[in-house]
């Protein structure tokens, strides 16, 4: 998309009131998220994401923007930020070959909220060859701790796909969290303190061919026995998913 705008909505959540505003234009709601709503195709493509009061736009087409703009500001009272820079926890860095997405105010701020601003680097999210299970170790006086950071830590994978599988090995263990799979947590905190800005690409120019590439780690699981898989989905070099 060449255009990428935030806006914000003054002192208004997201509604039905607006979900009929924006239907009312032509947007159709996704039944997948009903947070998205597109219109049009081709190079009169739109997409916009509500979440809260804040909105995100894109498009290849300007006039089209600044006409749903336009639309919005009438219907509602909204405040245009231009170019999107930062849209929950996402920080987007603009240029002429493409656009740069990372979320490094997130990983500071969970960085400091666990009190490891001074610790030291890990070089890999996971030893090598680690395989957590549920019985060793003893268990976390209080798991709601280790929740919270392997939620967050979730979230990070938005935009870091290195530390995809250690949160997910975490994941298995959110009902009763041993001290292991803390000390694994934190050893992913530790190796993102040594690369916070690390970034996804997206390039101006796109092929818009979509590729996928899986594998699979045969019976691995220490616990069920099961396979655990692992997949790239690229639209034209940039990772999707």
Request: proline share 4%; glycine share 8%.
């Amino acid at each position: 998309m060449k255009s990428l705008y935030g806006l914000k909505q003054a002192g208004r959540q997201w509604n039905k009131e607006l979900t009929a505003k924006l239907q009312s234009f032509g947007f159709h709601q996704s039944a997948f998220d009903h947070c998205l709503f597109t219109i049009g195709s081709g190079n009169d493509f739109l997409a916009l994401l509500v979440y809260a009061d804040d909105l995100l736009i894109t498009g290849a087409n300007e006039e089209r923007i600044i006409a749903v703009k336009q639309f919005m500001d009438k219907q509602f009272t909204i405040k245009d930020l231009g170019y999107v820079k930062y849209f929950m926890g996402l920080e987007f860095a603009r240029s002429e070959k493409g656009m740069f997405l990372n979320q490094r105010k997130c990983i500071l701020d969970i960085l400091q909220d666990a009190g490891l601003q001074n610790a030291k680097i890990a070089t890999y999210p996971l030893p090598k060859g680690l395989k957590l299970g549920n019985e060793v170790g003893e268990l976390l006086q209080n798991p709601d701790k280790y929740r919270w950071l392997v939620g967050r830590l979730l979230y990070l994978g938005l935009t870091r796909p290195d530390i995809s599988y250690a949160t997910q090995q975490q994941c298995q263990f959110m009902q009763a969290p041993r001290r292991t799979h803390w000390d694994a947590a934190i050893l992913v905190l530790k190796y993102l303190k040594g690369c916070p800005s690390k970034s996804l690409f997206y390039p101006s120019n796109n092929d818009l061919k979509l590729r996928a590439f899986c594998d699979a780690d045969w019976i691995s699981c220490p616990i069920s026995r099961k396979s655990i898989t692992g997949f790239y989905i690229f639209l034209g070099p940039s990772l999707i998913s």
